[in-house]
């Protein structure tokens, strides 16, 4: 006697769009993640190492870069304990870098002066990992939501969480673009990009975070993927930074390392990504 086999039940909007949600935060997580690591790799080579705790970023990043690309691939419901572990790993080290950071400022000849914070340890970049847990600790919460319910994180609607958290890191992160392109006297214009358009964005999603959620934003849809682009070609731009320095890409070895940060400019659109996520969970799950 054969028994029946039960139907699969069809999963509804509400819990496609969830897990959908998670996973583009993964996604985003993912890419700051990269950007750290390879920006993390680059600087502590260019230090030599000569403190172990240099390669807990590059560790803590890679781990962030792996678990994102599993979560990316998670279409299940439920968070995940050990990317949770990872993610949170991730912001601890983020922290702790931070403070490393500053001590090696404070440490220097004229301590906290305009000139250590351009040419001493980058007091913002631990934070982009940090960020980089964050959202990976966000897309788990709004995967550990029952199916069928709207998504919370800490009790507050999904949407309105990350959109609220994501824009306050951009604006995080503008101030560490803001800081060094100062550095460069803004002598091309487009080093206004960064803190100028990411700005934009953060205030159309603290905005969405507590606006009516049943309004279709398209204006801040369309800033966000702008903001995405902008993070990809100013990788462009950076290398042709590079370029203009003594040598250029046939001197490489120095170059790339006194040039403009190449993994440094995917950041925004790491953030911008979380930010599309959290429209979209707006769109799926209005509370108003």
Avoid at 78 to 86: N, P, Q
Avoid at 92 to 110: A, D, Q, S, W
Avoid at 147 to 174: D, E, F
Wanted: glycine share 12%; charged share 15%; proline share 8%.
């Amino acid at each position: 006697m054969h028994t029946p086999l039960l139907p699969t039940p069809t999963p509804t909007p509400g819990e496609v769009a969830t897990v959908r949600a998670a996973r583009r935060l993964n996604r985003a997580a993912g890419m700051i993640a990269v950007s750290v690591l390879a920006d993390s790799a680059m600087e502590h080579y260019r230090g030599a190492f000569h403190n172990k705790a240099m390669w807990t970023p590059i560790v803590s990043a890679a781990l962030a870069v792996a678990v994102s690309v599993h979560g990316q691939t998670d279409r299940r419901f439920g968070a995940h304990c050990g990317r949770d572990l990872v993610y949170a790993a991730a912001g601890l080290t983020g922290v702790i870098g931070t403070g490393f950071h500053l001590y090696n400022i404070t440490k220097k000849p004229g301590g906290l002066c305009w000139q250590n914070l351009f040419y001493a340890a980058p007091i913002g970049a631990p934070a982009a990992l940090s960020l980089s847990g964050l959202m990976g600790f966000l897309s788990e919460r709004v995967r550990d939501n029952r199916p069928g319910m709207p998504p919370k994180v800490a009790g507050y609607s999904a949407g309105r969480a990350v959109a609220a958290l994501t824009g306050l890191s951009l604006l995080g992160t503008v101030g560490e673009a803001g800081l060094l392109h100062f550095r460069g006297a803004y002598h091309n214009p487009f080093m206004l990009l960064p803190v100028t358009v990411p700005p934009v964005a953060a205030g159309l999603l603290a905005n969405a975070s507590i606006g009516n959620s049943r309004v279709r934003r398209h204006f801040t849809r369309w800033w966000l993927r702008a903001t995405t682009f902008m993070g990809i070609v100013g990788v462009a731009f950076h290398a042709y930074g590079v370029s203009r320095n003594m040598g250029g890409w046939r001197n490489w070895r120095q170059t790339a390392f006194t040039g403009p940060p190449l993994p440094a400019p995917p950041s925004f659109s790491g953030l911008a990504l979380a930010g599309l996520a959290a429209l979209g969970l707006l769109e799926d799950h209005p509370d108003d």
